[in-house]
């Protein structure tokens, strides 16, 4: 079992940048793989960015490649996302997620089994 706690949301302007964390109790988080979500009003929860166990790979969607970048340091038991070049299509809040699938952490929530409070991202234009 792991909880998650995220942190760092807020309001910034459009090419501001924002750096989330993460938070997870338990002594496996370095098992697990690690990703984060994001859910706009009325829209569905959708992938943003995702890592695996040792944090050698990464995993992002087309959307935030290149100014989004998800990091790990394990002896923290922490994840972050980095935001750059923020946009107002990025407003949304923002889910840590954990998966038990370590090496290959999924793109779809059903692959995940744990999930922080969520924290919001404002980005204004």
């Known amino acids: 079992q792991v909880q998650l706690v995220e942190s760092g949301g807020g309001l910034v302007q459009a090419g501001g940048s924002l750096r989330l964390s993460c938070a997870a109790s338990?002594?496996?988080?370095?098992?697990?793989?690690m990703a984060w979500f994001r859910q706009a009003p009325g829209k569905e929860r959708e992938f943003v960015a995702a890592i695996n166990w040792s944090g050698s790979r990464t995993y992002y969607a087309d959307s935030v490649k290149g100014r989004f970048t998800i990091s790990r340091y394990n002896a923290k038991n922490s994840v972050y996302l980095q935001m750059n070049s923020l946009k107002p299509d990025d407003t949304a809040v923002y889910y840590c997620?954990?998966?038990?699938?370590?090496?290959?952490?999924?793109?779809?929530?059903?692959?995940?089994?744990?999930w922080g409070q969520g924290t919001q991202v404002t980005v204004s234009s």
């Open positions: 338990g002594r496996t988080f370095s098992s697990y793989g």
């Open positions: 997620a954990a998966t038990v699938s370590g090496s290959s952490p999924g793109v779809e929530p059903d692959d995940y089994a744990y």
